[in-house]
Protein backbone atom coordinates (compact mmCIF):
# COMPACT_ATOMS: atom_id res chain seq x y z
CA UNK A 1 0.00 0.00 0.00
CA UNK A 2 1.49 3.41 -0.70
CA UNK A 3 1.08 6.29 1.09
CA UNK A 4 -0.03 9.36 0.21
CA UNK A 5 -0.19 13.12 2.17
CA UNK A 6 -3.30 15.41 1.84
CA UNK A 7 -2.30 19.11 2.99
CA UNK A 8 -6.48 20.00 3.61
CA UNK A 9 -6.39 21.15 7.21
CA UNK A 10 -3.79 24.30 6.81
CA UNK A 11 -5.08 25.51 10.42
CA UNK A 12 -0.68 25.12 11.54
CA UNK A 13 0.47 26.76 14.42
CA UNK A 14 2.38 30.29 13.70
CA UNK A 15 1.29 32.71 11.65
CA UNK A 16 1.15 33.62 7.93
CA UNK A 17 4.83 33.66 7.89
CA UNK A 18 5.35 30.17 9.14
CA UNK A 19 3.28 28.36 6.43
CA UNK A 20 5.76 28.37 3.56
CA UNK A 21 8.24 27.22 6.03
CA UNK A 22 5.87 23.93 7.74
CA UNK A 23 4.77 23.14 4.33
CA UNK A 24 8.24 23.01 2.98
CA UNK A 25 9.16 21.11 6.41
CA UNK A 26 6.02 18.77 6.02
CA UNK A 27 6.96 18.03 2.11
CA UNK A 28 10.59 16.75 3.00
CA UNK A 29 10.10 14.85 5.41
CA UNK A 30 7.44 13.06 3.64
CA UNK A 31 9.62 13.56 -0.03
CA UNK A 32 12.70 11.40 2.38
CA UNK A 33 10.23 8.89 4.08
CA UNK A 34 8.56 6.83 1.40
CA UNK A 35 5.43 8.80 1.00
CA UNK A 36 4.63 8.41 -2.78
CA UNK A 37 2.54 11.36 -3.43
CA UNK A 38 1.63 14.82 -1.85
CA UNK A 39 -1.62 17.00 -2.58
CA UNK A 40 -3.50 19.88 -1.63
CA UNK A 41 -6.55 21.19 -2.00
CA UNK A 42 -8.04 23.05 -4.68
CA UNK A 43 -10.12 25.85 -3.05
CA UNK A 44 -10.55 29.70 -2.46
CA UNK A 45 -12.13 29.20 1.02
CA UNK A 46 -11.47 26.84 3.37
CA UNK A 47 -13.88 23.99 3.48
CA UNK A 48 -16.69 24.96 6.31
CA UNK A 49 -15.90 21.20 8.30
CA UNK A 50 -12.58 22.69 8.87
CA UNK A 51 -13.73 26.10 9.96
CA UNK A 52 -14.81 28.10 6.50
CA UNK A 53 -13.51 31.37 4.67
CA UNK A 54 -11.62 32.79 8.04
CA UNK A 55 -8.81 29.75 8.16
CA UNK A 56 -5.96 29.53 5.89
CA UNK A 57 -6.18 28.41 2.61
CA UNK A 58 -3.52 28.36 -0.25
CA UNK A 59 -3.87 28.74 -3.72
CA UNK A 60 -3.37 24.63 -5.34
CA UNK A 61 -0.79 25.03 -7.77
CA UNK A 62 0.66 27.99 -6.50
CA UNK A 63 1.70 25.81 -3.87
CA UNK A 64 2.69 22.90 -6.02
CA UNK A 65 4.96 24.74 -8.02
CA UNK A 66 6.39 25.82 -4.63
CA UNK A 67 7.05 22.36 -3.19
CA UNK A 68 8.25 21.10 -6.71
CA UNK A 69 11.29 23.14 -5.37
CA UNK A 70 11.89 21.73 -2.38
CA UNK A 71 11.32 18.20 -3.19
CA UNK A 72 12.98 15.50 -5.29
CA UNK A 73 10.51 12.32 -5.32
CA UNK A 74 7.26 13.23 -4.64
CA UNK A 75 4.26 12.99 -7.06
CA UNK A 76 2.54 16.88 -6.28
CA UNK A 77 -1.37 16.97 -7.38
CA UNK A 78 -3.86 18.75 -6.29
CA UNK A 79 -6.73 16.23 -4.52
CA UNK A 80 -8.71 17.94 -6.78
CA UNK A 81 -8.41 20.46 -9.08
CA UNK A 82 -12.11 21.82 -9.64
CA UNK A 83 -13.39 22.42 -13.13
CA UNK A 84 -14.95 25.55 -12.58
CA UNK A 85 -11.84 27.32 -10.92
CA UNK A 86 -9.83 27.33 -14.29
CA UNK A 87 -10.31 27.35 -18.25
CA UNK A 88 -9.15 23.89 -19.78
CA UNK A 89 -6.55 25.63 -21.95
CA UNK A 90 -4.86 27.64 -19.37
CA UNK A 91 -5.08 24.27 -16.90
CA UNK A 92 -3.32 22.15 -19.24
CA UNK A 93 -0.91 24.78 -19.51
CA UNK A 94 -0.29 25.33 -15.61
CA UNK A 95 -0.46 20.88 -15.32
CA UNK A 96 2.32 20.86 -17.92
CA UNK A 97 4.06 23.49 -16.58
CA UNK A 98 4.58 21.77 -13.20
CA UNK A 99 5.27 18.59 -14.68
CA UNK A 100 8.09 20.05 -16.33
CA UNK A 101 10.04 21.87 -13.23
CA UNK A 102 8.94 19.20 -11.18
CA UNK A 103 11.13 16.75 -13.66
CA UNK A 104 7.83 14.52 -14.30
CA UNK A 105 6.20 14.24 -10.81
CA UNK A 106 2.63 16.32 -11.72
CA UNK A 107 -0.40 14.67 -10.89
CA UNK A 108 -3.60 15.84 -12.89
CA UNK A 109 -6.39 15.15 -10.00
CA UNK A 110 -9.36 16.96 -11.02
CA UNK A 111 -13.46 16.88 -10.34
CA UNK A 112 -16.48 18.67 -10.60
CA UNK A 113 -16.39 21.09 -8.17
CA UNK A 114 -19.06 21.35 -5.28
CA UNK A 115 -18.57 24.91 -2.95
CA UNK A 116 -20.87 27.00 -4.38
CA UNK A 117 -19.89 29.89 -1.46
CA UNK A 118 -16.40 30.40 -2.08
CA UNK A 119 -17.67 30.75 -6.01
CA UNK A 120 -20.25 33.14 -4.85
CA UNK A 121 -18.17 35.11 -2.83
CA UNK A 122 -15.55 36.01 -5.53
CA UNK A 123 -17.67 36.10 -8.01
CA UNK A 124 -16.85 33.05 -10.04
CA UNK A 125 -20.25 31.48 -11.99
CA UNK A 126 -21.08 28.50 -10.14
CA UNK A 127 -22.88 26.35 -12.86
CA UNK A 128 -25.60 23.42 -12.59
CA UNK A 129 -24.04 19.77 -11.62
CA UNK A 130 -25.13 18.90 -14.80
CA UNK A 131 -23.62 21.26 -16.40
CA UNK A 132 -20.43 20.91 -14.28
CA UNK A 133 -20.06 17.54 -15.32
CA UNK A 134 -20.59 18.39 -19.03
CA UNK A 135 -17.51 20.72 -18.93
CA UNK A 136 -15.44 18.22 -16.72
CA UNK A 137 -15.70 15.84 -19.44
CA UNK A 138 -14.51 18.56 -22.28
CA UNK A 139 -12.11 19.83 -19.61
CA UNK A 140 -10.63 16.10 -19.42
CA UNK A 141 -11.03 15.77 -23.39
CA UNK A 142 -9.06 18.94 -23.69
CA UNK A 143 -6.29 17.99 -21.39
CA UNK A 144 -5.73 14.44 -22.69
CA UNK A 145 -5.62 16.67 -26.70
CA UNK A 146 -3.21 19.06 -25.25
CA UNK A 147 -0.56 15.98 -24.18
CA UNK A 148 -1.24 13.94 -27.61
CA UNK A 149 0.00 16.97 -30.06
CA UNK A 150 -2.96 19.72 -29.82
CA UNK A 151 -5.08 20.85 -32.49
CA UNK A 152 -8.73 22.22 -32.13
CA UNK A 153 -11.25 21.36 -29.61
CA UNK A 154 -14.98 22.67 -30.94
CA UNK A 155 -17.16 21.05 -27.71
CA UNK A 156 -20.27 23.00 -26.31
CA UNK A 157 -18.94 24.96 -23.33
CA UNK A 158 -15.46 24.78 -24.78
CA UNK A 159 -13.98 26.12 -28.58
CA UNK A 160 -10.32 26.02 -28.63
CA UNK A 161 -9.11 27.20 -31.73
CA UNK A 162 -5.17 26.44 -31.02
CA UNK A 163 -4.10 24.04 -28.41
CA UNK A 164 -0.24 23.84 -28.52
CA UNK A 165 1.73 23.18 -25.47
CA UNK A 166 5.21 23.64 -25.77
CA UNK A 167 7.22 22.05 -24.37
CA UNK A 168 4.97 18.46 -23.15
CA UNK A 169 4.87 16.90 -20.21
CA UNK A 170 8.07 15.26 -19.71
CA UNK A 171 5.91 12.05 -18.32
CA UNK A 172 4.68 10.21 -21.68
CA UNK A 173 1.24 10.58 -22.09
CA UNK A 174 0.65 13.30 -19.56
CA UNK A 175 0.78 13.35 -15.66
CA UNK A 176 -1.29 10.67 -14.61
CA UNK A 177 -5.09 11.36 -14.46
CA UNK A 178 -7.20 10.98 -11.24
CA UNK A 179 -10.53 12.00 -10.92
CA UNK A 180 -12.52 12.27 -7.09
CA UNK A 181 -15.51 11.08 -5.83
CA UNK A 182 -17.67 8.20 -6.32
CA UNK A 183 -20.94 9.20 -7.91
CA UNK A 184 -22.06 6.24 -9.52
CA UNK A 185 -23.59 7.57 -12.26
CA UNK A 186 -21.39 9.98 -13.65
CA UNK A 187 -17.95 10.05 -11.84
CA UNK A 188 -17.30 6.42 -12.05
CA UNK A 189 -18.06 6.68 -15.77
CA UNK A 190 -15.31 9.27 -16.57
CA UNK A 191 -12.77 7.26 -14.68
CA UNK A 192 -13.73 4.27 -16.58
CA UNK A 193 -13.50 6.53 -19.86
CA UNK A 194 -10.16 9.02 -19.02
CA UNK A 195 -8.16 8.01 -15.95
CA UNK A 196 -5.63 6.47 -14.85
CA UNK A 197 -6.88 6.18 -10.82
CA UNK A 198 -9.99 6.50 -8.98
CA UNK A 199 -10.31 8.05 -5.92
CA UNK A 200 -13.03 6.74 -3.13
CA UNK A 201 -13.91 7.76 0.33
CA UNK A 202 -12.65 5.22 2.45
CA UNK A 203 -15.59 3.78 4.41
CA UNK A 204 -17.07 0.08 4.66
CA UNK A 205 -15.10 -2.02 2.84
CA UNK A 206 -18.17 -3.42 1.40
CA UNK A 207 -19.41 0.12 0.35
CA UNK A 208 -15.76 0.24 -1.73
CA UNK A 209 -16.63 -2.94 -3.21
CA UNK A 210 -19.68 -2.14 -4.37
CA UNK A 211 -18.38 1.05 -5.80
CA UNK A 212 -15.26 -0.73 -7.29
CA UNK A 213 -18.24 -3.13 -9.19
CA UNK A 214 -19.80 0.10 -10.72
CA UNK A 215 -16.29 1.37 -11.87
CA UNK A 216 -15.12 -2.35 -13.45
CA UNK A 217 -18.92 -2.44 -15.46
CA UNK A 218 -18.54 1.26 -17.07
CA UNK A 219 -15.20 -0.11 -17.88
CA UNK A 220 -16.98 -3.12 -19.49
CA UNK A 221 -19.10 -0.31 -20.98
CA UNK A 222 -16.40 1.36 -23.08
CA UNK A 223 -14.27 -1.64 -23.19
CA UNK A 224 -11.35 -0.39 -21.10
CA UNK A 225 -9.35 -2.99 -18.59
CA UNK A 226 -10.34 -2.37 -15.23
CA UNK A 227 -6.66 -3.07 -14.33
CA UNK A 228 -5.46 -0.44 -15.88
CA UNK A 229 -6.93 2.31 -13.30
CA UNK A 230 -5.37 2.76 -9.91
CA UNK A 231 -7.75 2.27 -7.26
CA UNK A 232 -7.03 4.93 -4.56
CA UNK A 233 -9.03 5.99 -1.24
CA UNK A 234 -8.72 9.33 1.13
CA UNK A 235 -9.23 8.23 4.55
CA UNK A 236 -10.88 10.99 6.74
CA UNK A 237 -12.05 10.93 10.04
CA UNK A 238 -10.10 8.51 12.67
CA UNK A 239 -5.90 8.87 12.62
CA UNK A 240 -3.44 6.15 11.58
CA UNK A 241 -1.93 6.89 15.28
CA UNK A 242 -5.71 6.70 17.36
CA UNK A 243 -5.47 2.80 16.73
CA UNK A 244 -2.79 1.69 14.26
CA UNK A 245 -3.11 -1.47 14.34
CA UNK A 246 -7.14 -1.55 13.77
CA UNK A 247 -6.21 1.46 10.95
CA UNK A 248 -3.81 -0.84 9.44
CA UNK A 249 -6.44 -4.04 9.43
CA UNK A 250 -8.54 -1.57 7.45
CA UNK A 251 -6.22 -0.80 4.94
CA UNK A 252 -5.79 -4.24 4.53
CA UNK A 253 -9.16 -5.24 4.26
CA UNK A 254 -8.82 -2.60 1.32
CA UNK A 255 -6.13 -3.64 -0.24
CA UNK A 256 -8.04 -7.17 -0.62
CA UNK A 257 -10.37 -4.96 -3.02
CA UNK A 258 -7.38 -3.88 -4.75
CA UNK A 259 -7.03 -0.54 -3.29
CA UNK A 260 -3.10 0.39 -3.57
CA UNK A 261 -2.81 3.84 -2.18
CA UNK A 262 -4.57 5.85 0.74
CA UNK A 263 -4.41 9.37 1.52
CA UNK A 264 -4.42 10.67 5.05
CA UNK A 265 -3.67 14.27 6.52
CA UNK A 266 -1.56 15.68 8.94
CA UNK A 267 -2.72 16.34 12.28
CA UNK A 268 -2.76 20.06 12.43
CA UNK A 269 -1.38 20.94 15.50
CA UNK A 270 2.04 19.36 14.65
CA UNK A 271 1.89 18.79 10.77
CA UNK A 272 5.83 18.30 10.77
CA UNK A 273 5.85 15.92 13.97
CA UNK A 274 3.32 13.80 12.64
CA UNK A 275 4.57 13.42 9.25
CA UNK A 276 8.01 12.49 10.97
CA UNK A 277 5.66 9.63 12.80
CA UNK A 278 4.13 8.51 9.84
CA UNK A 279 7.48 7.92 7.96
CA UNK A 280 9.23 6.38 10.79
CA UNK A 281 6.06 4.00 12.14
CA UNK A 282 3.75 3.52 9.53
CA UNK A 283 5.40 3.67 6.12
CA UNK A 284 7.27 0.38 6.89
CA UNK A 285 3.89 -1.34 8.10
CA UNK A 286 2.33 -0.39 4.67
CA UNK A 287 4.77 -1.50 2.26
CA UNK A 288 3.61 -4.86 4.01
CA UNK A 289 0.08 -4.56 2.84
CA UNK A 290 -0.17 -5.81 -0.83
Not at 195 to 220: E, M, Y
Not at 231 to 241: H, L, V, W
Request: glycine letters at 12%; proline letters at 6%.
Amino acid sequence: MKLAVHCSNLTWPGDAQALGPTLANVARVADQGGVTTLTMMDHYFQMETLGGPPEPMLEGYTSLGFLAGQTRNLELGLLVTGVTYRHPGLLAKIVTTLDVLSGGRAMFGIGAAWYEREHDGLGVPFPSTRERFERLEETLQIVKQAWDGGGQFQGRHYQLREITLVPQPLRPGGPRVMIGGDGERKTLRLVAQYADACNLFAGDPAVIKHKLDVLRGHCADVGRPYDAIAKTIIASGRGPFDDTETWLATLQEYADLGVEQVWTTPDASDPVGWTERMVEQVVPRLVEID
